[in-house]
């Protein structure tokens, strides 16, 4: 059996098999305390033949010239977090896991894909690409977190954040991630580079989801002025700032 | 009238479908059958705005030349290949509606039938 690999069987029919690669057998083994209740050890060298969906690594690892390596979680080549301890990575695995879980195909819900950064119960998304404002440490002096998920639904006037896969956090030694079911959704910003008019920024916005309530909200928003265009990582930050209403870090 | 599907007596309606948002003359159409995003300059979403299959073609352009300080015959073309792209875009109702064709997405499966979440393709 591969040693750096879990499997997990997740689903309302436990139907979805998701491969989690760690970076040391130390890792290895707290995941695999953490989400004992859903490993599937029988499926491991099947999956192992493709790449992993996630990769977590929570050992911090000297690099060349000095530098070091912070834990963190990646998905494909996308770095979804990265932390200066583990807690936080373990955090945005399960949530990403939560979602895995939760959501069914053609469940009737409006599944919407963007970046989330919230403060308290107030979010803002974005479409600004990773590896931008990934643990960008000014959002999080002002209190600011992206919320790592798998995929958010619109609920009327607010959004749902489904939760993180129940885990054994006891076990582990670590406290379990805070989790809000609803977020009340303030702004949305897009990446421009090309000075987008409103109506193309809506057009590229909406294309996050399948669901006309998401289209709806989508320009409901943009006709109160709560979608800015941004052209870069400072553009997005201070955007964020401005609409979750913090104050900008001294 | 150049040469079009639509003569000046069409009255071309919108699919039912759809959910419109207007901005600075620009439109953005969500269409629900198909999920698709469709954005439209201003003199498409003038058009659009008019496909209520009430209006005819040579209503449209007798408004928008007005609307656009334009000439009749300039409008007249710009009117029809409004009409010709939303025509292509499926938008409008048409007698024979064509198929709307899909794209499935085949998910890894594994060797007892359950699905497996992979690894994104790089982009």
Redesign the interface.
Known sequence: MRADLIVL?L?AN??????VQADSSTSLATLRTLFADWLDDT?VD??AE????FEVHLTSAATTRGRRTLPHLR????VLVRADHATPVLHALASVLGG?HERRPDDGRAWVHLRAFASGDQMVLTDIAHPHLVNDRQLLAAGVNEVIHWGLVVDGDALAVPAPLPARWEAVGIDPPDHSDNVRLCGLIAHDRSRL????L??QL??HS???HW??MA?DL??RAQVHAVSDRSGARTAVLALLGCESPT | MAHSSFTPDSRPLAIDDTETALFEGEAVVFREATKSIHRLNASAAAVWVCCDGETTVADMIAELAEVFATVEHETERVVLEALEQLADLDLLVRPNPNPIATVTQVDDTASDGSRIIGCPPDT
């Open positions: 069987r689903g436990r139907d979805l098999l998701v491969g499926m099947e999956l493709l790449p992993p969906a998905y494909g080549r996308e895995i008019s409103t109506a193309a809506l057009a909406s294309t399948t669901s006309s289209f709806t320009a943009t006709e």
